[in-house]
C-alpha cells in the first residue's frame, strides 16, 4: 500500500501529498522511512510514470503522531512541459502524415531523433557536460544526449501516438519498452545512435522494437550486458 502511494504521488504528477499511517499499523513509519531511502525502488517507480511526472528529488516528511508528507520535485518544470510538448507536437507534425502505419510513425520519430542528435560521451564519462543531455532538453535544444534524454524523448512520442509504453532501467542504462500488434518489444535509441572512431553520425536500427530473445542475444554478442534487468519489476517481459 505505501508503494502505491508513493506511485500514484508521482503518476499525478502532484507535488506533495500528505497521508496518515494507521493506528494499528504498528510498523508504519519504519516501513516509510525503509521506502524513503530505498533509492533503487523509487528510481524504477520513475520508469512507470510520464517523464514529465518524474522526479528529480523526493523526499519523505513525517512524525510521530503519523502524519507523512510526500514532496516531489519534478524532472521538468510547468513551464519547460509547455515548451517541450509544443516542440513535441511541431517536430511530429513535421515528420509524421496520416498514411503511415503506427510502425513506420515510430520508425521515422526515431530516425529524426538519431539523425539530430549525437551522444554525449563527456557527460557519459564524467557527469560534466554543458549540455542538458540527461533530459528532452538536451535532444530538442542542444542535440546531445544520454539515454535518458533520448528515452524520455522516445516517451513522450510514443504516448502522443497513443501507444502504451514505459521505460526499462539496469543498472548502467535505460531504453523504452513499447507494447506493439499485442506485444511487448525493446527500443533503444541510444544503441542505435553509435559511437564511431571516425566521429561520422551513424543511425542503425539494431535495437529498434526487437523481442527480449533478439535483445538477450545481442548482449551475449556485444558483450557489454548493458540491458540486464530486473524482471521481477518489468513483467511484461517475463521471466
Request: hydrophobic share 35%; net charge negative.
Amino acid at each position: 500500500d505505501l508503494v502505491e502511494i508513493f506511485y500514484t504521488t508521482l503518476d499525478n504528477g502532484w507535488d506533495e501529498f500528505t497521508f496518515y499511517c494507521d493506528a494499528d499499523y504498528e510498523e508504519c513509519l519504519d516501513d516509510v522511512t525503509d521506502l524513503s531511502y530505498d533509492e533503487k525502488l523509487l528510481a524504477e517507480m520513475n520508469n512507470f510514470v510520464h517523464p514529465y511526472n518524474s522526479y528529480s528529488t523526493i523526499k519523505t516528511l513525517y512524525d510521530d503522531t503519523g502524519e507523512i508528507t510526500i514532496q516531489v520535485d519534478r524532472l521538468y518544470s510547468d513551464e519547460e512541459v509547455v515548451q517541450i510538448d509544443k516542440d513535441i507536437e511541431i517536430l511530429m507534425n513535421d515528420n509524421l502524415n496520416e498514411y503511415m502505419s503506427l510502425k513506420e510513425k515510430i520508425r521515422t520519430m526515431h530516425d529524426v531523433i538519431i539523425k539530430n542528435t549525437k551522444y554525449d560521451e563527456e557527460k557519459a564519462n564524467t557527469n560534466n557536460s554543458i549540455y542538458d543531455s540527461a533530459r528532452i532538453n538536451g535532444v530538442l535544444y542542444d542535440h546531445y544526449a544520454i539515454c535518458s534524454g533520448y528515452t524520455d524523448t522516445m516517451a513522450v512520442i510514443l504516448d502522443k501516438l497513443g501507444v502504451k509504453n514505459f521505460k526499462v532501467a539496469s543498472d548502467v542504462h535505460v531504453w523504452n519498452a513499447v507494447y506493439l500488434d499485442n506485444k511487448w518489444y525493446h527500443l533503444d535509441l541510444t544503441w542505435d545512435d553509435p559511437i564511431t572512431s571516425s566521429g561520422r553520425d551513424v543511425l542503425v536500427d539494431t535495437y529498434f522494437l526487437i523481442d527480449d530473445v533478439e535483445l538477450y542475444k545481442l548482449d551475449i554478442e556485444t558483450k557489454e550486458r548493458e540491458h540486464s534487468f530486473n524482471r521481477d519489476i518489468y513483467l511484461e517481459f517475463g521471466k
